[in-house]
């Protein structure tokens, strides 16, 4: 069964990196989007992307975060410089297309981040 | 999004059908009701959805009432592996983003 794949699966950083998370989306899926969950907590709603642009980002998604396609594959989420309140799980989310289908989103296993 | 409103836990004895509820009272007619679980931080795996209907698949069956106020997933032989944390989640029909609660923890028992 297809999947989503992320990398790294676990990211060890000390405040103020940067820190590049990699998701491999499902083959011919459009729609792409990022979650997190802080330990013990609900998991929050980042951003949404399609067509190489931003659909929809959340409070939590600032100046600090990034995403995009580099290759056309790969959709990364780049935090420019971590702080200890990004350390939380996340979660990369795809889909197919708008019409048709269950409208799911396949979740990959996510990355779990540690800011020191 | 309309809110839901779940139990923050349930326990189940292997076997045995297990029977999660959810509140939306507040749902409107172009929300649909989708129900994912997360096994233990791993992805949300997605389970059912409806819209008015009464649907089943592989995995499990959802009642929905007739005024839509509520719903009740059902998994009807629960096993140790279904022991996860199941999310209630009513979303519009023009937006794919999911706003994830606080869920039911259901628990499995042998």
């Known amino acids: 069964e297809p999947e989503v794949t992320q990398t790294p699966s676990h990211q060890v950083t000390q405040m103020g990196q940067e820190v590049i998370l990699r998701c491999v989306p499902i083959?011919?899926?459009?729609?792409f989007y990022w979650y997190r969950q802080i330990l013990g907590q609900k998991v929050e709603f980042l951003v949404s992307?399609?067509?190489?642009?931003?659909?929809?980002k959340s409070e939590i998604f600032d100046d600090q975060f990034s995403v995009e396609r580099p290759d056309g594959s790969n959709f990364t989420l780049k935090i420019r410089s971590t702080k200890l309140e990004d350390s939380a799980m996340y979660f990369c989310a795809t889909r197919p297309y708008a019409g048709g289908g269950t409208g799911e989103l396949f979740f990959g296993e996510g990355s779990r981040l540690t800011v020191l | 999004d309309a809110k839901t409103t779940q139990p923050p836990s349930m326990d189940c004895a292997e076997g045995r059908a297990a029977n999660l509820p959810c509140n939306h009272s507040?749902?409107?007619?172009?929300?649909?009701v989708y129900w994912y679980r997360q096994i233990h931080s791993q992805g949300p795996q997605y389970i059912i959805h409806?819209?008015?209907n009464n649907e089943t698949n592989e995995m499990a069956s959802l009642i929905i009432t007739e005024d839509r106020k509520s719903s009740t997933l059902i998994l009807p032989h629960a096993t140790l592996r279904d022991t996860a944390v199941y999310y209630c989640i009513v979303r519009p029909g023009s937006n794919y983003k999911l706003t994830f609660g606080k869920g039911t923890l259901l628990t499995v028992n042998p």
């Open positions: 507040t749902i409107s007619g172009n929300e649909y």
């Open positions: 409806g819209l008015k």
């Open positions: 992307f399609y067509n190489n642009e931003i659909s929809e």
């Open positions: 083959s011919n899926h459009l729609y």
